[in-house]
């Protein structure tokens, strides 16, 4: 128990320090080779902070253990969503670009409903990976070729920026060259720390009998989602919104694709997917990420009071599986009062939020074009009198 602990804080210890240099690197990377820093959210800080995941995935393939590897990844992926965005608004409101709302939460959406349909018939199966792994070539292909070329998202938003960050240094490729470094050793450190805070938590709740699925929904997911929780948090204090935003939401479409994916290659005969992941885990994973479609869609940000509101829908999530573990007596008064009260309650918040943005931008049009109505009538005015 005291090896297990001592692990844990020394886990936890890294991850904060390792977050820190991974997200002043992809910063870097971003000034230096004028690329986006939702891009570097989306392919360095993800593809990074998803290779706990990736470990564990294919640790668990390896050995037989296929409810930890499918649940490590779910339960991610849930935790990305309601507990680091959450987390990550409550320390600053987070600004959502148009990007996210019109290309990488489809593209989240997308890829959960299709492991969903992949996994009806019990299984993530070798050929299933393949499709899986292009998949995400071509998403990152298509992402990296989008941050170069878009003239909004790169000359706009870099000029200062470039100019800030050039600004007594030396040469571009010493610069590209440090940050890279800062970002290969954030990587590491993140990933070791992980590793050591999964396997303290692990041998921790092994030691009460819980089960393999409920370990890589809880102790597993939350362990290696810590890296993008700490990378997103630390990005959202140094007021970098697009790297946390972007960390959170493509993780999820690393931790599908490429975790997943190389899992079922790897694996003989593919991943095996547990019942109680199709009826329940699964669909609350696409749940949550439709639940961002109306956060982002009012004023395209997340609030302080939506990110408490995830938060504490992720600590529901996580004492209904504990409370489903246990068998405890009252778990199903529980269930009553999510399903009757809660989200009933949450869903009519945000739709009334949904409403009183449309009111406001039709307002705000009406304004607009009743200003340029009178614009041309003076226009015409003085014409006349000239």
């Known amino acids: 128990m005291l090896q297990a602990a001592g692990l844990i804080l020394i886990g936890l210890i ?13 910063s870097g990377l971003a000034i230096a080779a004028r690329i986006s820093p939702l891009v570097i959210g989306i392919t360095v800080v993800s593809f990074g902070t998803s290779a706990p995941e990736l470990a564990v995935t294919v640790q668990a393939s390896l050995a ?30 987070l600004t959502v670009k148009s990007r996210i709302i019109k290309v990488d939460l489809p593209v ?67 610069r590209l060259f440090k940050q890279a470094l800062l970002v290969a050793a954030g990587l590491v450190l993140l990933v070791l720390a992980a590793q050591a805070m999964v396997s303290g938590a692990g041998d921790i709740a092994r030691l009460f009998g819980v089960s393999e699925l409920i370990i890589g929904l809880t102790i597993i997911a939350i362990g290696t989602s810590l890296p993008e929780l700490v990378a997103s948090v630390l990005a959202s204090w140094r007021g970098e919104g697009d790297i946390a935003v972007g960390n ?82 009252f ?3 529980f269930e009553v009062a999510m399903l009757g009260f809660v989200i009933p309650i949450t869903v009519l918040a945000i739709g009334f939020s949904v409403v009183q943005t449309l009111k406001r931008r039709r307002s705000d049009a009406h304004a607009r074009c009743t200003d340029v109505r009178q614009s041309l009538a003076a226009g015409k005015k003085d014409s006349a009198s000239d």
Not at 72 to 92: P, T
């Open 108 to 174: 989240v959406l997308a890829c959960s409903a299709a492991l969903w349909l992949l996994s009806l018939d019990g299984r993530v199966g070798r050929l299933d990976g393949l499709v899986m792994v292009l998949a995400l070539c071509v998403y990152l292909v298509w992402t990296l070729m989008q941050g170069k070329t878009d003239p909004d998202d790169v000359q706009a938003e870099f000029t200062q920026a470039v100019a800030a960050g050039t600004e007594g240094q030396g040469g571009g490729a010493g």
């Open 248 to 329: 959170a939401v493509g993780s999820n479409v690393f931790n599908i694709l490429a975790v997943l994916g190389i899992g079922a290659l790897i694996a003989p005969g593919g991943i095996p997917v547990h019942p109680d992941v199709l009826t329940l885990d699964l669909p609350i994973m696409i749940a949550t990420a439709l639940f961002c479609i109306p956060l982002f869609f009012t004023g395209c940000r997340i609030t302080r009071l939506e990110g408490g509101v995830m938060v504490g829908y992720f600590v529901a999530y996580t004492v209904y599986l504990a409370l489903g573990a246990t068998d405890a007596a």
């Open 64 to 93: 037989d253990a296929p409810a930890l590897a499918v649940g490590n990844v779910v339960g991610s992926n849930i935790a990305n969503i309601l507990l680091i965005l959450g987390a990550a608004a409550l320390i600053a409101p």
């Open 331 to 333: 778990t199903r008064s």
């Open 14 to 26: 890294g991850l904060v320090v390792g977050g820190e240099l991974l997200v002043r690197g992809a």
